[in-house]
């Protein structure tokens, strides 16, 4: 039998690496990370990477200072002898800058995924924003695997919510909605959403008064200033419809987004563990390690 995978999980601090680790039965990578006293990063290992296959499970949101460590420990890896070194980044960063909106920007998605390719030798990761990318192909050159989110947040639904119907908030959730609602076997609307800047959305919101005996369901991929989800919030309640449930794939929250949008008062506001925080109630770790674990055996 092949040796099993040498796991590194020190960059997260949640349950959820090492979930994905057991899965794939592999061996815990131990390591020594610390701070030089000027920031710089210090990098160990403890455990022989030589001819391994190696997967480091990481949290990439807020993303500049722990992509650095990041490329340290994968080429640390790399320069011991690892056979490959595959990357478990639930969250991929920068996947909304994805166009040149204004003169002279840099369509910084594309040259995240150029700087991760050159770091590791496949990658997987979690519903990645793909908009004006149609798939993550055009911004990443390894080997990848993209995990669905929507088998895990259908079965949440169907578990804990009555009668849903499931709302997204713009044209770019409207793939997560109607997959989710495919999957729970409930109706689905999207909603048309204007962005004036960072934290100014305006809904556009169709006739919700036949939905009034559902019970409506949030569904996004990302909150981040959490002004889409509060206004969606907004809107269904002043529609009379019953308090609303939300789910959320990538738990960023920015600022004091999260206590914004609990203070909009949906009935729930769940998350899955893509991104590690408080309200994340839904456990990607399963398909996240059947994704890996076809990657290994290429
Ligand atoms: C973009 O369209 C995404 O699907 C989300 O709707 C968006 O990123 C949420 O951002 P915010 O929480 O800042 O409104």
């Not at 519903?127 to 895990?152: M, Y």
Request: charge should be negative.
């Amino acid at each position: 039998m092949s040796e099993p995978p040498l796991v590194f999980t020190a960059l997260r601090n949640d349950g959820l690496p090492d979930r994905v680790r057991a899965a794939l039965g592999g061996e815990r990578g131990a390591l020594v990370l610390r701070r030089f006293p000027d920031d710089e990063t210090y990098v160990r290992l403890e455990s022989d990477p030589r001819g391994r296959e190696v997967v480091v499970v990481c949290d990439l949101h807020h993303p500049d200072a722990k992509t650095v460590t990041l490329a340290l420990l994968c080429e640390t890896l790399r320069d011991l002898g690892a056979r490959r070194v595959g990357l478990v980044a639930p969250y991929m960063p920068y996947m909304r800058q994805d166009a040149r909106f204004k003169p002279l920007e840099g369509v910084t998605s594309r040259y995240y995924g150029k700087l991760l390719s050159s770091v590791a030798d496949w990658l997987v990761t979690v519903d990645p924003h793909l908009h004006r990318h149609a798939a993550l192909s055009e911004v990443v050159t390894i080997p990848h695997r993209v995990v669905s989110a929507a088998p895990a947040v259908a079965e949440w639904v169907r578990e804990a919510v009555d009668a849903p119907f499931l709302v997204g908030p713009d044209s770019e959730s409207a793939q997560w909605a109607e997959r989710v609602a495919a999957l729970a076997g409930a109706p689905h609307v999207v909603l048309e959403k204007t962005r004036h800047g960072d934290r100014d959305v305006e809904i556009t919101v169709p006739d919700l008064e036949r939905w009034r005996d559902r019970t409506p369901v949030l569904v996004d991929d990302i909150v981040s200033t959490g002004t889409t989800l509060i206004e969606t919030l907004g809107h269904v309640r002043r529609a009379g419809l019953r308090p609303a449930v939300v789910v959320v794939i990538h738990a960023l929250f920015s600022g004091d987004a999260w206590q914004r949008l609990e203070a909009a008062r949906p009935a729930r506001l769940v998350t899955c563990d893509a991104v590690p925080h408080l309200t994340n109630a839904i456990d990607l770790s399963g398909p996240i390690a059947a994704a890996a674990r076809e990657l290994l055996a290429t």
